[in-house]
């Protein structure tokens, strides 16, 4: 799932702590320019001011790269072995974590090796630097405070942003991911459960849905999310292959779907616009939204999505909608449910069958079970 990062660092409390660092550089620019203006012509006033204010860009980045190395955030072990976790099948790739570790440790260690070389280092750079300079007997005074003034500063600003801002949207992506798969997982366990254990699942899933909503909600547009929802599905289905992997990936996709319904309280007009473009995605994002209105007035839909569902998942998602809609239905919508379901379990359709050996065949067990107590 991507995510503005923009919009999320804008809204981080501990960026405050940034300012400190940045008014400190912004501070040193006016003695730069006065030093470059001291002492020289207009032109070579600007040469000394292009290769002061370079050196000085160059010596902060330098000291946030070294920041950025120091400050970057280490993964928590996993806790997904815990009671009711589901199994792991993957974790986040560390790659920049570990590379960054070997060269902090390098860097620490030639530092502390070396340390009585630094003096003759910084002053050989400002003796390389200060040709560029008209060559006054403090120039090389100046390179050297230059170059210390900015790579203190590039340093706390790499690591204090590292720190602060980019641990903190690792954990919201880590923490909105969580919530994803947890919410997944429970769609999936619901239907093999007794009734009691299932209304506490229930009553979880639906406090993790409340948590999502509010960290997706503060992200972007409910609109572009479920663009974004749609294009994932579509692109989960394209790129990986069956499997419990990918019906779990998918499955999260349809949890953030459902957890944004309800700060939106979509029409069945809407809902009925994008299950009507067509695409795969489009379909899912429907349902998704459908599940949580539990409206009668699109029953149509759910007919719709299983008898010509485009896919296994697809029909389970609408055997799911059907359920929540059964007590909004009226006796003929029923009527026409019910046979729809015998049919498709039957294989008396063109379309996808519910067979016995396929995870739709419980769900539509109980469904019809429903539907034979309302008739």
């Not at 779907?257 to 809902?271: F, K, T």
């Not at 379309?351 to 539509?364: F, H, K, L, M, N």
Request: proline share 4%; net charge neutral.
């Amino acid at each position: 799932m991507q995510l503005p990062i923009r919009t999320m660092i804008d809204q981080l409390t501990p960026t405050r702590t940034l300012r400190l660092p940045i008014w400190i550089s912004c501070a040193g620019v006016p003695i730069l320019v006065l030093h470059a203006m001291l002492g020289a012509d207009w032109p070579g006033a600007l040469q000394r001011l292009a290769l002061t204010l370079m050196l000085a860009g160059a010596t902060l980045l330098c000291g946030g790269l070294v920041g950025f190395l120091f400050g970057f955030p280490r993964a928590r072990p996993s806790e997904s072995h815990g009671e009711g976790a589901g199994p792991q099948r993957y974790r986040a790739n560390t790659n920049l974590e570990e590379v960054s570790d070997w060269l902090s440790k390098i860097l620490l260690g030639v530092g502390l090796v070396q340390i009585n070389k630094l003096g003759g280092l910084a002053h050989a750079i400002a003796a390389q630097s200060v040709q560029g300079f008209a060559g006054g007997p403090g120039d090389i005074v100046f390179v050297v405070a230059l170059l210390a003034y900015y790579l203190i500063c590039g340093f706390l600003l790499g690591f204090l942003a590292t720190r602060l801002v980019l641990a903190t949207v690792f954990e919201a992506v880590d923490d909105s991911q969580e919530l994803s798969e947890k919410i997944a997982l429970y769609d999936r366990i619901e239907d093999q459960l007794r009734p009691e254990e299932r209304a506490e699942v229930m009553n979880r899933r639906r406090h993790a849905e409340s948590r999502l909503a509010s960290m997706l909600s503060s992200r972007d547009s409910p609109r572009g999310e479920l663009d974004r929802s749609a294009r994932e599905y579509e692109s989960l289905r394209r790129l990986l292959p069956t499997g419990s992997e990918r019906t779990m990936k998918m499955s999260e996709v349809v949890a953030r779907v459902r957890s944004l319904a309800g700060s939106m309280n979509p029409s069945v007009e809407s809902v009925k616009r994008i299950f009507g473009k067509g695409g795969d995605g489009d379909r899912v994002v429907a349902l998704a939204l459908l599940e949580s209105l539990g409206s009668g007035e699109a029953a149509d839909i759910v007919e719709q999505a299983l008898e010509q569902s485009r896919s296994s998942f697809e029909q389970y998602l609408a055997l799911r909608v059907a359920r929540q809609l059964v007590d909004s239905l009226d006796t003929l919508q029923r009527q026409r449910l019910l046979d729809l379901l015998q049919r498709l379990r039957e294989g008396r359709t063109q379309g996808v069958a519910i067979t016995p050996d396929s995870d739709r065949w419980e769900p539509s067990e109980r469904l019809l079970e429903r539907l034979a107590r309302g008739n």
